[in-house]
């Protein structure tokens, strides 16, 4: 599928994504994206984080591609479980790229006001639709074999990043090419 044939719905994760971080930067360049937004970027609540995304879903208007970064991905691909049911999206998520999940069971992110029910209800399936996880093998929020697990029961295609942190802005990841081409190939699966 072409672009211009899809709503790219772009998910960013806790804090929201800055003006230098690749999600912003795809926005402005993909013609037919936009951010979903979240009340509070701070502190991630599951329910409104995910609601938000199903009200997108739903008000598009063409078949839906996610593209969630870090929180964003975990939300994104709740979503996505939840997007089939009657009201829900009825089924027009056609693929998902989640980038740097993290673990929430990560140290690191203990200090973070993160809503616990984001892990209590993250999917323990297959999302049903092709899709690509992107991870890094130095990711302080999650490690590789987290990655693995996870694309394994989301039956997503693993990308190794190597070792590109957590694939954001502070770790070099401004507009991020390899990424853009790791999503043409996912369009070209759709």
Do not use: C, Y
């Not at 027009?92 to 984001?118: M, R």
């Amino acid at each position: 599928m072409r672009i211009s044939d899809l709503d790219i719905l772009i998910v960013p994760g806790l804090g929201g994504s800055g003006p230098d971080h690749w999600q912003n930067r795809w926005g402005q360049k993909l013609s037919t994206a936009r951010l979903v937004t979240q009340a509070d970027w701070e502190r991630p609540r599951r329910e409104p984080w995910v609601s938000n995304i199903l009200r997108e879903i739903d008000a598009s208007t063409r078949p839906v591609v996610l593209i969630g970064h870090s929180l964003g991905a975990l939300a994104a691909a709740s979503a996505l479980a939840e997007h089939g049911r009657p009201g829900q999206g009825g089924g027009k998520v056609k693929a998902a790229f989640l980038v740097a999940p993290p673990d929430l069971s990560a140290a690191g992110l203990a200090s973070f006001p993160i809503d616990s029910a984001f892990k209590e209800k993250a999917p323990q399936a297959a999302l049903q639709v092709p899709g690509v996880l992107v991870a890094s093998r130095s990711d302080p929020f999650a490690d590789w074999a987290f990655a693995e697990r996870l694309a394994d029961v989301w039956a997503l295609d693993l990308a190794d990043a190597g070792d590109a942190g957590h694939i954001n802005a502070e770790s070099g990841h401004g507009p991020w090419p390899e990424g853009l081409m790791r999503l043409a190939g996912l369009f070209a699966k759709i």
